[in-house]
């Protein structure tokens, strides 16, 4: 986007696209990734609602997981979860 | 993102499982104020228009040309959000009463750090409370001028290292003690006074909801832990968070027409402060006198508010 | 066109009234001496419902320039007034109005800044703000006030321009002067005054995000757009100005001239001190001494062709400043001027006084001084006229 002219800058600078940010990939930030052992996961939800990045979710059989674009490996998850269901783990 | 669903079994069903603020900001990891953020949006609705300050939150959300916002938002500067907010609030005022705009309810919210909200942003603050607009301010605060490198702030805690209040041969820290916020908000006879913490993300979400409906102005003074500048691990975000609670330290509480309610109980007795302290490098250096001092002083304020909420009664009651 | 009544009133309260027919949607005004004046007539116009305007009482200037961009970007017109200490306060957040292209008009009651206080009259408060990005209009006398203050959104909010209007006004000398002043009909300013179409709106039926930080990538475009809007601008300004001059039948131009035919001495000056100029030319003329006087009526976009184009012949420019620029070696409106003849092949002797500061009287006298030592220059001056030493 460096070749954007300044003709091409929208008047007053501003930016037009709700949630434009899911551009850039922090995933590339981590060096631990979070592991979910189902056989553990009660479904509280408890991760998906403490993550600061919002990039944990359910898939369709209710069980949860990080999207690996966006995790930042903080371990909150990790921490917080009721059943010890998730291992922080070092990226390879 | 996807819908959270069996969700339901665990808590209330009322969260809004959309997200108004979106992955790819660049906070830091584990950072409470965005999660702080991201509740308070679900609490807040899409009818939402924020006035954000300079600050953390600002700038790991808006580098242009992209946004993590997800609803309309607008940065001016650091001392002014709540005037923005002010300014906001009066257009969409005017604008609906001259029917240029549907007639719809949507909020005004100013969001600052400590420092935008209880040093440079006290006049705007309190003139925007004092006029009584139908808005919230909420003020995430990570106790120090985090964005620019961990100075303290009129909120940086007793004791605690900062880059401007660092402990050396003649100097223990930061010298005085939090000034007290929510009360300065209380004496402006506002509708709703709040304290929350991400750590408690349902009694947050309430409180959020809460003002949300009220109309006139409301405060939300919101705990952010900060790993960074606290030094702390990441993943020790939410426990800090609640210790915070346990301890005494940042009581959960709210205050409406002048009747002061604690909404999530601490433990009898509190927990003591050092279970707090030794988990952040910011307070490493402490001798144990001074952690007396601390905890003389964290079980003084304690008592003052439980006499608070004890003793006085609700303005419509006198 | 129709005789119109005129109206005897206080320049000030004119000032509020014009605004008051504009549909302003938010004021925020915050008193100053002598500003206050506007913010208490606007008041008093709100109060018994001759305009439905939100007035925000705020508590500091600094607010009250942040009520109007907030304001604003929800596509609300917004209004404020304030001077000297305020403007100064305000200062922060002018670049920020234009870089956001926020038409926020705002009325300037020129008074100095401190040190020392002084709350009379001269134009130091709005020199600071010459790189804010806002267009700058200086009016002479109070029918001039209204017709620019009446004509200011339709220039700010224009698709070209979109950017904020300041309209000064001397402080004292104008503000709290009775003039007669023809104020138009409320339906002609409703056909004369659209409705305020913004790029973009703060409305969750279409969020965006405005007042995004910038890095090198995209920051020197964005002020280059920002240049390219100022100087863009004129355009549209003299297109406006000529429709008010059709309607209306009073005459606007970026810069004004007095008598300059054959003039070898031209006197520049800006704002109220252009009309006791015009008496000083017509006496020197009557004395004899060939001079002529351009007025500058559009501070910024500076208008360098125009005046390049009224001052042709002229064999000595002697420009009126009415504040200084420490350390410059000359004041701000000298500075400006000299620039426009740097490329050119002839260039006029040019010299400069610097008066009326602190709101001291500048009479006909004095004009009448200043051409004759002007006509004697021989080369650049640079003197503060009627101080001792």
Known sequence: MAEATWRDIFPGNVVLTPGSAKEYHTGGWRSLRPIWDNSKCIKCGICYVYCPEGCVSQDKDGYFMADLDYCKGCGICAQECWTGAIEMVEEG | MSIVENFDLYAPRLIDKGEHF????????GCGEALATRLVLKGLGKDTIVSNATGCLEIISSRYPTTAWEIPWIHVAFENAAAVAAGVEAGLKALRRKGRIPDRDVKSVSMAGDGGTADIGLQALSGAMERGHDMIHVCFDNEAYMNTGIQRSSQTPFGAWSTTSPPGEVSFGQRTWKKNIPEIIVAHNVAYVATANPSYPLDLIRKVEKARKLKGPSYIHCLSVCPT????????????????????????????NGKYRITVDMPKPLRPVEDYLKLQGRFRHLRPDKIEEIQARVNLEHKKLMNKVEQLQSWSEL | MAKRKRIGMEVALAAAEAVGMCNVDVAAVYPITPQSHIAEHLSDLVADGKTDTEYVTVESEHTSMSVCIGASATGARAYTATCAQG??????????????????????????????????SDHSDIMPQRDSGWIVIFSENGQEVVDLTLMAYRIAEDKDVMLPVIICIDGFILTHMVEPMEFPDQKEIDKFLPDYKPYATLHPDKPLTMGAFAMPDFFPQMMKAKDMALLNSKKTIVKVWDEWEKKFGRRYRPVETYRTEGAEVILVTMGSMSETAELGVDEL??????????????????????????VKGARILAVMDRAISPGTGGGPVFTDVKAVFYGEDSRPIIVNYVMGLGGIDVTVGDFVKMGEKAAKAKKEEYEFYGVMG
């Open chain 3, 87 to 120: 403007l100064m306060l305000m200062h922060e957040l002018l670049p920020i109005a234009s870089a956001m292209r926020c038409p926020i008009v705002m009325s300037v009651a020129n008074r100095p800044v401190n040190a020392p206080l002084n709350i009379l």
């Open chain 2, 22 to 29: 979106s992955v790819g900001h660049t906070g830091c990891a």
């Open chain 3, 285 to 310: 003329r009557d004395k004899g001494v060939s001079v002529g006087l351009v007025k500058i009526r559009l501070w910024r976009p500076f208008p360098s062709d125009e005046l390049k184009a009224a």
């Open chain 2, 229 to 256: 500048g606290w030094r702390m691990d990441s993943s020790l975000t939410i426990k800090v968070g609640r210790l915070a609670l346990e301890t005494g330290i940042f009581p959960l509480y709210e205050v409406e």
